[in-house]
């Protein structure tokens, strides 16, 4: 599931300006975004018996907030992942990543704290035995880490097929504690709250109108009736399907404002009438 924090940045852009740190960052989202399908598919090749939970966030009574990328739960052992999709050659050190002039924070340390949380939370939940492991994994395949000590909680692109096989060497199936424990935690998981504070503030009125191509979000002219085609990447497509694009962008960007066939065909830039938008609102 993409972040509600991307899906509503995505849908402001190009209908407002972005500056470059927010360009930044719905970048730095995207990737991550891809980075975690990629884990899902690499995780598709897994065939011990085990139960993959996905973004996962929680709010316990005795200890700060968990935010979960993917944990795995497989044999005996709970293994919570950090998916990172980074790119290019990194220095590593204890605390940080650094590429010419960059830096990130190193994952592991974030991770200690999520797992020492998570800890906490099963205790709450009555899990104080539970097997947990917690591992950086790096997916992005053009990714290298320079000087890196061996670590077996991180795990490289070069090693991922290794880390694969071990998983694949689990035997048994998942034990009976951490079935209910997967229930448990689905049970107390909450949905995340979208990071509101890289969120710029935006309105109706001051934002650009109009068809957008489902393909790659460029605004779009109608090229007859019923289809666009789009000048930036020459997809043809039918105007109806880029109506619903937009009538979701609306609705996600705008959940408790009116909305009527006339304001769909002004949040369309008038490329349709108001009545072919209420039709389509009909339908939806
Ligand atoms: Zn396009």
């Given amino acids: 599931m993409k972040p509600k924090t991307l899906e509503l940045l995505e849908a402001m852009d190009g209908r407002m300006l972005f500056n470059d740190d927010q360009k930044r960052y719905v970048w730095n989202l995207q990737c991550g975004y891809r980075g975690e399908c990629e884990f899902v598919q690499l995780m598709e090749s897994v065939r011990s018996q085990h139960i993959l939970l996905r973004d996962l966030y929680f709010e316990p009574k005795f200890s700060g907030q968990i935010q979960i990328d993917f944990l795995l739960l497989v044999g005996n052992t709970v293994i919570i992942y950090e998916v990172?999709?980074?790119?290019?050659?990194?220095?590593?050190?204890?605390?940080?990543?650094?590429q010419s002039g960059m830096e990130r924070a190193n994952p592991l340390i974030?991770?200690?704290?999520?797992k020492n949380n998570?800890?906490?939370?099963?205790?709450?939940?009555?899990?104080?035995?539970?097997n947990v492991d917690a591992v950086v994994f790096h997916v992005g395949s053009t990714f290298t880490l320079l000087g890196?000590?061996?670590n077996r909680n991180v795990i490289l692109p070069t090693q991922i097929q290794d880390?694969?096989?071990?998983?694949n060497h689990y035997q048994y199936a998942v034990s009976d504690t951490l079935v209910d424990l997967a229930v448990a935690l689905e049970g107390v998981a909450l949905p995340a709250p979208p990071f509101l504070k890289m969120i710029p503030k935006y309105q109706f009125e001051s934002m650009k109108k109009?068809?957008?191509?489902?393909?790659?979000?460029?605004?779009?002219?109608?090229?007859?009736?019923?289809?666009?085609?789009?000048?930036a990447c020459g997809h043809k497509g039918h105007c109806g399907d880029a109506v619903r694009t937009a009538l979701a962008d609306y609705r996600l960007l705008f959940p408790e404002?009116?909305?009527?066939?006339?304001?769909?065909?002004?949040?369309?830039?008038?490329?349709?009438?108001?009545?072919?938008?209420?039709?389509?609102?009909?339908r939806s």
């Avoid at 990172?84 to 650094?98: D, P, V």
């Avoid at 974030?110 to 999520?114: G, I, P, Y």
């Avoid at 998570?118 to 539970?130: C, I, N, V």
Wanted: hydrophobic residues 35%; proline residues 2%.
């Fill in 257 to 282: 404002r009116l909305l009527s066939g006339a304001i769909l065909a002004e949040w369309c830039g008038g490329l349709l009438s108001a009545s072919q938008c209420r039709r389509i609102l009909q």
């Fill in 210 to 231: 109009g068809l957008r191509c489902c393909k790659c979000r460029c605004f779009v002219v109608r090229s007859s009736q019923r289809l666009y085609r789009c000048q």
């Fill in 118 to 130: 998570f800890k906490a939370l099963l205790r709450e939940l009555g899990y104080p035995q539970a």
């Fill in 148 to 150: 890196a000590p061996e």
């Fill in 84 to 98: 990172k999709n980074y790119s290019g050659m990194w220095q590593h050190s204890e605390e940080m990543y650094r």
């Fill in 163 to 167: 880390h694969l096989t071990k998983l």
């Fill in 110 to 114: 974030q991770l200690a704290r999520t």
